[in-house]
């Protein structure tokens, strides 16, 4: 196979992103091996950027390093699907809140224009995750924490392991448009409390269907 051409930014950073895109996208399973020596060769490079780029990956939770046994895609528990989501739903309703309290007309138009893209992606699973992170992503960034931000990067990163399954139950992406229309009705009349218990109560409904 042929090398794949890497970008000038650091070495092991491009083979990091290269390698969680893969993650993501089920290419390198849940608790799947990683063969260091397969990766290298594919992409041309040295096994020691290929090291620092799993170090990353393991920081961020996405691999598991076994001592003498190399490293694996990490298996998302149960317990810790339940604490990654209480976590964001701490996070993003107390976002939620300070943006019911704080945009700007545009702002919201920008958030209505987002959740109209989700409305009509209802029939594309793939798609339908894609806008609704740029939508969580963009109402972050309205609320401008860069702190949480931060924070809520890396589990949401974690929360992708196990995305697949929370979309497949049976009714859950119309499920989450209803709690999507919940969340701007809230942010619409800026009521902070509202726009709060509604997101909590998204993220509760996500927590169900993903275990």
Do not use: C
Not at 1 to 20: F, G, H, I, N, Q
Not at 82 to 109: I, K
Request: proline fraction near 2%; charge should be negative.
């Amino acid at each position: 196979m042929a090398a794949v051409s890497l970008t000038p930014r650091a070495l092991y950073e491009e083979v990091a992103e290269l390698l969680r895109q893969r993650i993501f996208s089920r290419e390198l399973a849940p608790g799947s091996w990683i063969d260091e020596l397969k990766l290298a060769e594919e992409y041309g490079i040295s096994r020691t950027p290929l090291r620092e780029a799993l170090k990353v990956l393991a920081t961020e939770g996405l691999v598991t390093m076994k001592v003498r046994r190399g490293a694996y895609v990490t298996e998302v528990s149960e317990r810790d699907l339940a604490d990654v989501y209480h976590l964001l739903a701490l996070l993003e309703s107390d976002a939620a809140g300070v943006v019911a309290a704080q945009a700007t007309e545009e702002q919201l138009r920008e958030l209505q224009g987002l959740h109209a893209q989700l409305e009509a992606a209802t029939g594309d699973r793939e798609q339908f995750f894609a806008i609704n992170e740029r939508f969580h992503m963009r109402l972050l960034e309205i609320a401008n924490n860069r702190w949480r931000d931060q924070m809520v990067a890396d589990l949401r990163k974690v929360m992708k392991l196990n995305r697949h399954n929370s979309l497949l139950k049976s009714g859950r992406i119309g499920e989450s448009l209803a709690e999507h229309r919940a969340i701007m009705d809230a942010l619409a009349r800026h009521d902070s409390p509202g726009a709060m218990q509604t997101m909590q109560t998204h993220f509760k409904s996500g927590l169900e269907a993903a275990i």
